[in-house]
């Protein structure tokens, strides 16, 4: 299985500042196609999770632009810019391009 | 809108089967997409367990070996999980999943303790 090492498990983060965390994947997850599917979400308390991303970089319908997604092969980082108490939860990476598709392991995101 | 959501019973027993129901609403299943189930464990870690396709076929997640099972019926727009055997192990929110790239669709999660 592709192992996926997210980074870090916490967070902690002031309103208005800015958060980066990293998912690295155990091979690469360039697909056979050419495309990388690597996908971020968001699981605020309560809720069910939320698509943020979806392969590498591109924003869901409705995402704030203040969320990006960068990355290629087995290193891909997520960044929220202006943090907004909207935005604290966990969040996992997850990698579809190989059977059985697997999540990372969540970072927390609280505040300082 | 695409609406999905869980139903089915809450606590289970050792070594029975798990049963789970996924609703269907504002699309048919047989139009499109991989229809997924996935659970959260208590401490946080997922685990995507197999899907069925628009077309019916399925895949599932080896570490489930043989205990799994996900079909349909296309007259009620639902798509069904059964994972047999069940353990303290399998103790989880259990959800619904889908969507073209991503789970873009999430039901609510439904929580299954397995306890006697």
């Known amino acids: 299985d592709v192992v996926m090492t997210q980074t870090p498990v916490s967070l902690p983060v002031s309103l208005g500042g800015q958060a980066s965390i990293s998912c690295r994947s155990s091979?690469?997850?360039?697909?056979?196609?050419?495309?990388?599917?690597l996908h971020w979400y968001l699981q605020k308390p309560g809720q069910s999770p939320q698509l943020l991303i979806y392969?590498?970089?591109n924003r869901f319908s409705g995402v704030p632009d203040r969320f990006s997604g960068s990355g290629s092969g087995t290193d891909f980082t997520l960044k929220i810019s202006r943090v907004e108490p909207e935005d604290l939860g966990d969040y996992y990476c997850?990698?579809?391009?190989?059977?059985?598709?697997?999540f990372g392991g969540g970072t927390k995101l609280e505040l300082k | 809108e695409i609406q999905l959501q869980e139903s089915g019973p809450g606590l289970v027993k050792p070594s029975q089967s798990l049963s789970l129901t996924c609703s269907v609403t504002?699309?048919?299943?047989?139009?499109?997409?991989?229809w997924s189930w996935i659970r959260k464990f208590p401490g946080n870690k997922m685990e995507w367990m197999g899907y069925?396709?628009?077309?019916?076929?399925?895949n599932y997640n080896p570490s489930l070996k043989s205990r799994i099972s996900i079909t349909r019926d296309t007259s009620k727009n639902q798509f069904f999980l059964q994972l047999n055997s069940v353990t303290t192990e399998d103790t989880a929110t259990y959800y619904c999943?889908?969507?073209?790239?991503?789970?873009?669709?999430w039901g609510q999660g439904t929580l299954v303790t397995v306890s006697s």
């Open positions: 999943a889908s969507g073209r790239s991503g789970f873009a669709y």
């Open positions: 504002g699309y048919t299943i047989t139009s499109g997409y991989d």
């Open positions: 069925i396709s628009y077309s019916g076929s399925t």
């Open positions: 091979q690469s997850l360039v697909h056979s196609n050419g495309n990388t599917y």
């Open positions: 392969r590498v970089s």
């Open positions: 997850l990698q579809s391009t190989h059977f059985p598709w697997t």
